[in-house]
């Protein structure tokens, strides 16, 4: 049973040891991998609106997420959400979960759409998941990600509009 | 006769007076139309890598552009330009002189594509130039923009890749 919750600096910890592998191992975000534990939660915590973890029962936290407006004043409806889930604890549903829970929220937030700017074309997991959750692929951006292992490769820009 | 040159901490009082007018339309940016002059000179000259200026026989200010990575680290490689040109000097083919001057200047700074992450698709003359300038439509983004007369309207993802 996982239960989302809003991040509090108690979780910090436990969410850094999520994310760092994710940003370490540089396949699917454009941070750098040798990004610190402070520039991660500026860019994590600080910076977006909301963050949010997926705790299970015994309160340990296996997956988070930011929400943020995509844009400045004129497009800030349109919102951008960034998922990561532990390693040890995927394939078990909490992405699906993750970004149900943050399409809510961004409804609640009065948010008109979601959109992903950049999705890793070899990320095949998550280009899958968003589409299952209705994310339409509005292009592709040709070599738009440095690989760490596959060199240049293209990124998708995702988005879905809100039933507000 | 149309020079572009660095801009330089002079120019800002003819570059502010050049991007005001254009932030408070509120047409084609996403920037708040009720941005104040230290926040432009913020987004437009320290953010960014580098800025520019298009000067006249005369060293009038007609027109101005930025040039900074997109993304990050692992997106860095593309970078990101916005132009604005005086409104009493339009249809002079200054902003395409300054399309033109950001494309060397980018792959003089070693990038490997540029991205317009946000055209919005009212603004026909720009959308006109940028392909004729050899950018693709990657993309139509639907209601990612909030014109001031028109409500929702798209925006377009534009990208091109450049000849290193």
């Known amino acids: 049973m996982i239960h989302i919750q809003p991040f509090k600096e108690k979780h910090w910890a ?3 040891q999520i994310i760092e592998p994710t940003f370490r191992a540089g396949e699917t975000y454009v941070f750098s991998p040798e990004i610190t534990a402070t520039d991660a939660h500026r860019i994590w915590v600080e910076m977006p609106a909301a963050t949010f ?14 929400i943020k407006p995509n844009q400045p004043a004129l497009g800030s409806h349109v919102c951008n959400c960034g998922y ?3 390693e ?5 549903g909490i992405a699906s ?5 943050s399409q809510l929220e961004a409804i609640a937030r009065g948010f008109r ?3 992903y700017n950049l999705v890793v074309s070899t990320n095949k997991g ?3 998941l968003w589409k299952r959750h ?26 879905k509009q809100l039933e507000t």
Chains 1, 2 share one sequence.
């Open 53 to 66: 973890v997926a705790v299970d029962g015994n309160n340990a936290v296996l997956g988070t997420y930011y």
């Open 14 to 16: 436990a969410t850094w």
């Open 88 to 92: 040890n604890a995927r394939g078990k």
């Open 97 to 101: 979960e993750m970004c149900t829970h």
């Open 84 to 86: 990561i889930v532990a």
């Open 134 to 159: 209705g994310f339409k692929v509005i292009g592709t951006l040709p070599e738009a990600f440095r690989h760490p292992r596959l060199g240049f490769v293209d990124a998708l820009v995702m988005y």
């Open 113 to 115: 759409a979601m959109q």
């Open 126 to 128: 998550a280009v899958r």
